[in-house]
Every structure is written in structure tokens, then in C-alpha cells.
């Protein structure tokens, strides 16, 4: 039974772990899924201003063909293609608002219905069937293949409305019903919307799959940033107080030592411990205990500056690097720091408890040839001295 048990809610366990990677995998292709979205309505947005204006030259230049094959149409075909430039003109004005970005497939659209109709009513007006303006209509595949090669539904519902306007048009057109030519016209722009399809659908799939895979690859570039960042700053830091553990203190002050030394100045080693701390840790509890750390370690941070770093030195003690000129300016300083931490409230079991430091601090001149471990041993000295004799007290070396 208790086997059954255990096993059950092992079980349990598993899926609901396997639910949490489950959701957390759907969420990262979501929020992929949504950027690229935004990346492709961006591409679409850049194309569809840059080829529709080049479509826009292209249909206006064609006029000269116009006088050519259809001189007595002429006029008319002109005044039909500067309507559609004006409107795809329009098109690419409104293309510049934000707001249409999410939309802007509709708009790709548009453009692709006004150059075929365009064509479409020069095909009818001149002699239907019979008329070669079908070739336009393949520029204009070729061309909306490449605005919204990512819209695959769109395309090919394009494709066919398109198909679907010139064979009316051809149908239905002034000229004498050509069937070879119209067979021929139909084939001609069915096998091009095919291949655009085709070679669009192939295209979209290798985009996105490389953009997925791009992406993926910034997420785990990210996360091994961030864990890298995070060891990092474990291995520096005190997990109780969050300030500089005593390697890292070391590294920091060695490297002050010698920037001291070639700037031929000086600064302060302070080294302080909480008074009766252990009496404190068995008459309330570890838990106590480290709340006192804490508060502590606060008043320090809110009297140093920028410049000054703070490190726990092992259990109760702690050591700060403080950079002033003089004793006087010193003496104020840890004069803060311990009026601080004595004004303290802290209550347990509704005692209040009281809380005091001692300080010990040394001062660091430059050409004295002083290490690390001088500095230290010396700032220790003045502590233990204090400890000796009154607690709660300061104690500078110069």
C-alpha cells in the first residue's frame, strides 16, 4: 500500500512537471510565434513601399507601349494608369502609419487588386482575348510574391481572383474572342501563380524555421548569460547580508591598495563586530540572529558611498573600505554608523533587543610598503582593543 502510494505520487510529480515544461515551451514559441509576426509584417511593410513605388514608374512607363499597340486607346489608358498610381500612391502614404503595420497584408492586397484591375480595364477596352497585357498580370505575381511570400492564404487568394478578373475581362472584351490566345493567356498566368506558390510556401518554411532557430538561440544565449551572471555574483556576494563575501572583499581591497599607492593616497580599514552577538543567537534564535545581520549591514549601506565597499569578514564581523582623508572625517562617519545600528528597533517575543557594535579601523599610507594582511592585522588590533575595554566604542589607527 505504501509502495502504491509512493509510486502514485511520484507519478503525479512527473506530469505535473512535464504540464510546467509543457507550458513554459508554448509560452517561449508563443512569444516567438508573436515576434516574428511583427518581423514579417515589418519586411512586408519596407517591400511593399519599395516595390509598389518601383511598380508605380513601371505602369506609367508603359504608356509607351500603349501608343504603339493601341494608339487609338491611348489617352484612355492613360488616364487608367494614372488613377491606379494615384492610388497605390495613397496606398504608400497610408503604408507610413504605425497603426497599419499589424495589417498591413490587407494593404499588399489592395496594391495587388489596383494593378490588376488597372490592366484588367485596359485588356476589356482594347481587344479582350486577343490582348497581350496578360503579361503585366505575371508582373504583378512576381511582384506580390515577393511583398507577401509569408501570407500563403493571401497569395494564392490573390493568385486566383486575379486569374479570375482577366478571364472576364479577356471573356467579355471588345475584340473578337481569340481561344487560342486565351488558353494560352490562362496557361501562361496559372503556371506562373503555381510557381510563385510553390516556390513562396518553400521560402516562408525555411524563414520561419531559421528565424525560430535564430531565436532559440538568443533564449539559450540569454539563459546562459544570466546563469553565468548569477554564478558570478554568488561567488562574490554573501547570501545572508547580499554584500561582498571575504574573497571578494580581498580582491577589491587589493586592487585599492595598489591604485592607492600609485595615486599616493589614502583611505580607512574598518573592521566591526555586533556586540554580545552570540548571547544574542542563543537567547532568540539563529533567526533573530540573522535579522540582526541584516539591519545592521542596512545602516552601513546607508552611510557609505559609492565609492566605499562593504564585505563580511566571517560570522558577526564585518569590514569596510572608506575613503577619507582624515580622522576627523573617519570618526564622524563610523560615529553614524554606530549611532545607527544603536537606535535600532528590534523586538522578539515582545522584548525589545538592543544592539551595539564595536569599531576598529585603520589608516592605509601610501610608500609605508602596507599589505592586505598589515592593514588588516592593525584594524583588527584597534577592535580587539575596544573589545577589552568599553564595547559599543571607535577606535582609529593613523
Not at 497584408?105 to 481587344?127: E, H, T
Not at 528565424?211 to 546563469?227: A, C, F, G, P
Request: hydrophobic share 45%; glycine share 6%.
Amino acid at each position: 500500500m505504501v509502495f502504491r502510494f509512493i509510486c502514485y505520487n511520484f507519478d503525479v510529480i512527473i506530469i505535473t512537471m512535464a504540464d510546467l515544461q509543457s507550458k513554459e515551451q508554448n509560452k517561449i514559441k508563443n512569444d516567438i510565434d508573436a515576434r516574428y509576426l511583427d518581423y514579417v509584417n515589418g519586411l512586408i511593410l519596407f517591400r511593399l513601399q519599395l516595390i509598389v513605388s518601383i511598380g508605380i514608374v513601371l505602369h506609367l512607363a508603359f504608356f509607351a507601349i500603349d501608343r504603339i499597340a493601341y494608339p487609338a486607346n491611348a489617352s484612355t489608358f492613360l488616364k487608367i494608369r494614372l488613377i491606379a498610381a494615384f492610388a497605390l500612391l495613397i496606398l504608400i502614404f497610408i503604408s507610413f502609419s504605425k497603426k497599419v503595420k499589424p495589417h498591413i497584408v490587407w494593404l499588399a492586397d489592395a496594391a495587388g487588386i489596383i494593378f490588376i484591375i488597372s490592366m484588367g480595364s485596359m485588356v476589356f477596352i482594347s481587344n479582350g482575348s486577343s490582348s497581350r497585357y496578360y503579361e503585366g498580370a505575371n508582373l504583378v505575381f512576381i511582384g506580390m510574391s515577393i511583398i507577401i511570400p509569408f501570407y500563403m492564404k493571401h497569395l494564392i487568394c490573390n493568385s486566383l481572383i486575379w486569374i479570375g478578373f482577366f478571364e472576364v475581362a479577356m471573356i467579355f472584351g471588345h475584340g473578337k474572342f481569340n481561344l487560342l490566345n486565351f488558353d494560352f493567356a490562362n496557361y501562361f498566368m496559372s503556371s506562373t501563380a503555381l510557381l510563385v506558390v510553390i516556390m513562396t510556401k518553400f521560402y516562408k518554411d525555411q524563414h520561419y524555421n531559421a528565424y525560430v532557430r535564430q531565436e532559440q538561440l538568443k533564449i539559450n544565449e540569454k539563459t546562459l548569460s544570466d546563469l553565468y551572471t548569477q554564478a558570478d555574483k554568488l561567488s562574490k556576494t554573501d547570501t545572508l547580508t547580499e554584500i561582498n563575501n571575504r574573497r571578494h572583499f580581498s580582491d577589491m581591497l587589493n586592487k585599492k591598495i595598489r591604485n592607492c599607492e600609485s595615486a599616493k593616497t589614502s583611505f580607512y580599514l574598518v573592521i566591526f563586530d555586533v556586540d554580545h552577538f552570540k548571547e544574542i543567537n542563543d537567547s532568540y534564535g539563529h533567526t533573530l540572529g540573522d535579522r540582526v545581520l541584516v539591519k545592521v549591514v542596512e545602516v552601513v549601506k546607508n552611510n557609505i558611498r559609492s565609492s566605499d565597499f562593504v564585505g563580511r569578514y566571517g560570522g558577526d564581523e564585518f569590514i569596510i573600505c572608506l575613503d577619507f582623508p582624515n580622522k576627523e572625517g573617519i570618526l564622524n562617519r563610523l560615529t553614524k554608523i554606530r549611532d545607527g545600528v544603536k537606535a535600532l528597533s528590534l523586538t522578539h517575543d515582545g522584548k525589545e533587543v538592543h544592539i551595539s557594535v564595536s569599531i576598529g579601523a585603520a589608516k592605509f599610507i601610501p610608500g609605508t610598503n602596507m599589505t592586505e594582511k598589515n592593514l588588516i592585522e592593525k584594524a583588527d588590533f584597534e577592535l580587539f582593543n575596544v573589545k577589552k575595554t568599553t564595547r559599543g566604542e571607535i577606535s582609529v589607527n593613523e
